[in-house]
């Protein structure tokens, strides 16, 4: 698994199959172990990410590692890893173009872990997971059928409650905390 995981990594370092390629400090690939239990996808690198080489290492990152935090989970434990692997100018949303460049690369990584749960984290990852969704506040916290048998749940993305800072019952802060319960719940009866 590790080696060919390596392979497309080498490749993706590589890329030039789209504009990305040229504004990009590095190629963001993935993080934490590749495991065939559990799949986080989420939008495209930002600031930090691009800087590091590393996903989810910014402000949503530290975030995302508090909410896996909170029921015992860490990178060991989760592959993390985007739709888009370089750095959208200004952080904007990726162009069509950009996500069907780069989407083997995802393809990729999921046909080679094959993980048996799949954490779909905001707008961009819910279009290309689950196209025919209207959005992330419909189906977060919900689970669907996934490629090679897995169960996928959308969840909010860490920027998103960021801005959302309210920990009340039915708020997106809450929302969340009910549905990294129900996710770790859910890992809790793999094998
Ligand atoms: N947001 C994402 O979706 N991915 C990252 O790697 C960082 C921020």
Not at 103 to 111: C, G, M, R, V
Not at 154 to 172: V, W
């Amino acid at each position: 698994m590790k080696e060919e995981l390596d392979l497309i990594r080498a490749k993706c370092l590589n890329c030039e199959k789209c504009e990305l390629s040229k504004s990009r400090t590095n190629v963001v690939f993935s993080d934490g172990v590749p495991n065939h239990k559990i799949m986080l996808i989420g939008e495209a690198p930002g600031y930090w990410e691009d800087q590091k080489g590393i996903p989810f290492v910014g402000k949503a990152g530290q975030l995302l590692d508090k909410i896996f935090a909170s029921v015992g989970f860490t990178r060991n434990d989760i592959y993390i890893c985007n739709t888009i692997k370089c750095r959208p100018p200004e952080n904007r949303n990726p162009l069509p173009e950009e996500k069907e460049a780069c989407f083997n690369y995802l393809k990729a990584q999921i046909d080679i872990l094959k993980p048996k749960i799949i954490l779909v984290c905001g707008n961009v990852a819910l279009n290309t997971m689950l196209p025919e969704e209207r959005g992330i506040t419909r189906a977060r916290g919900k689970w669907f059928d996934g490629p090679y048998g897995s169960k996928m749940m959308p969840i909010f993305h860490p920027s998103y409650l960021l801005r959302n800072d309210a920990r009340t019952k039915g708020s997106p802060k809450w929302l969340m905390w009910q549905d990294i319960q129900e996710i770790r719940r859910e890992y809790d009866k793999l094998s």
